[in-house]
């Protein structure tokens, strides 16, 4: 889940700061800031781990310029997903399978 997230979001922050860049030229500084931010909200979104999403992205980065508007992205991508849906994706795989109770043998149908 890790990976695929951040892959998603980064794909995504390039996209938008491309977009941004054709209609505002030089207004967007560093297309990279965009990137990192991205991702680290699309991680923070579907973990739910707002902190652990920061962390992760300093340690990656280690641009510490990056910090407000990272944890601005995060806490949006947060807030966002709990409005949303009340699980994780991290619920959802761990949560057992939903299955249908099975008849007894010679039970009659119904």
């Not at 054709?22 to 991205?38: E, I, N, T, W």
């Amino acid at each position: 889940m890790f990976a695929p997230s951040l892959f998603i979001g980064a794909m995504f922050g390039m996209a938008f700061g491309d977009v941004v860049a054709r209609l505002a030229p030089g207004q967007v500084g560093v297309l990279g800031c965009l990137r990192a931010d991205r991702h680290g909200a699309v991680f923070a979104g579907s973990a739910r781990a707002p902190i652990t999403a920061v962390i992760i992205i300093f340690e990656l980065t280690g641009e510490y310029s990056l910090i407000l508007p990272l944890m601005a992205a995060v806490v949006l991508a947060t807030l966002t997903s709990r409005a949303l849906s009340r699980d994780t994706i991290l619920h959802a795989q761990a949560a057992p399978p939903r299955h249908r109770p099975r008849r007894r043998r010679g039970a009659p149908g119904r």
